[in-house]
C-alpha cells in the first residue's frame, strides 16, 4: 500500500464519508462504513478533500471511453506531477491503480462533492478535468460527455462550463465564452464581464487548499485576462 503522505497530513473532512470514502478505503487502509447519503452538515473543504475528489473523477474520465492505456496513465503521471509535485503523482496515481477495477459512481461522488465543496473550488476542481481529458492531445466524445454530465452534477451553470471550457478547446468565440458573454455583447458589457470573472476565479479564492492548487489557479485567471487582452485589441479598447 502506497505511504499516505501530505495529502491525508492536510486532513480530510467530508470525503472520509459517503461515496468517496468508500472508494477510498482501500487506500486509506480500511473501508469505511460509508452512509448512503452525504452528511448533513456542511464541513469546511479541506485539501485533502478536493485531491482525492480529482483523482476519483479523473479516473472517472480516464475510464470514459472503456479503458485507461498505458500512454493515458502516463499522461496522468505528468499531470498530477506537474501540479502536485513528486509526492502528489505517487499518491495519485496509488489510488488510481486501485480505482481501474473498481465502478465509480459519478453522480454519487458528484453530489457529495457539490453539497460540501464550496463553487470555487468545484469549478478548479471542472478545470483540472478538462486539463486531465485533454492531456493525450485526443478527447473522445465520450469524455466531453460525460465533463457535460460532471459540471451539471457538480451545479455549475452553463455559462461557467462554456467558460472552461473554451480555455481547453479554442473555438471562434472562445475569449467571449471564457468571460461568459456573447460576441454581440456591447464593450461596456465586455468590461463588466472581465471584473466579474476576474473576481470570481481569482487565484486567492482557492489559497486556502494549499499554493499548488493556487498556481494552478492563476492559470485560470491568465486565460481570463488573455480573452479580456484579445477582445479590447479586437475592438481598440
Avoid at 499518491?91 to 454519487?108: F, S
Avoid at 460527455?145 to 452534477?153: M, Q
Avoid at 465564452?177 to 473576481?199: C, H, M, N
Wanted: glycine residues 10%.
Amino acid at each position: 500500500m502506497a505511504r499516505i503522505g501530505k495529502w491525508i497530513g492536510a486532513g480530510l473532512g467530508f470525503a472520509m464519508v459517503g461515496p468517496i470514502g468508500a472508494l477510498l478505503g482501500f487506500f486509506i487502509g480500511s473501508v469505511f462504513d460509508a452512509p448512503a447519503a452525504p452528511p448533513r452538515t456542511r464541513r469546511q473543504t479541506g485539501r485533502a478533500d478536493f485531491l482525492y475528489s480529482l483523482v476519483i473523477l479523473a479516473t472517472a474520465i480516464m475510464k470514459a471511453d472503456g479503458k485507461i492505456t498505458r500512454d493515458e496513465l502516463a499522461y496522468a503521471r505528468r499531470f498530477f506531477r506537474g501540479n502536485f509535485g513528486e509526492e502528489g503523482e505517487r499518491e495519485a496515481l496509488a489510488i488510481v491503480r486501485g480505482l481501474l477495477d473498481k465502478e465509480i459512481d459519478v453522480q454519487g461522488v458528484c453530489l457529495q462533492i457539490r453539497y460540501n465543496m464550496q463553487v470555487e473550488a468545484r469549478v478548479q476542481l471542472l478545470y483540472f478535468l478538462f486539463g486531465v481529458a485533454g492531456a493525450d492531445g485526443d478527447v473522445c466524445a465520450s469524455e466531453v460527455s460525460l465533463l457535460d454530465r460532471v459540471a451539471d452534477l457538480l451545479g455549475l451553470d452553463e455559462t461557467t462550463y462554456r467558460s472552461i471550457k473554451s480555455m481547453f478547446y479554442r473555438e471562434p468565440d472562445a475569449a467571449y465564452a471564457i468571460l461568459g458573454i456573447p460576441g454581440s455583447a456591447t464593450d461596456e458589457e465586455v468590461k463588466k464581464a472581465y471584473r466579474r470573472a476576474a473576481r470570481e476565479h481569482h487565484p486567492d479564492k482557492v489559497g486556502y487548499m494549499g499554493e499548488d492548487i493556487r498556481r494552478a489557479a492563476e492559470e485560470k485567471f491568465t486565460a481570463i485576462n488573455a480573452a479580456y487582452e484579445k477582445i479590447k485589441k479586437e475592438r481598440n479598447l
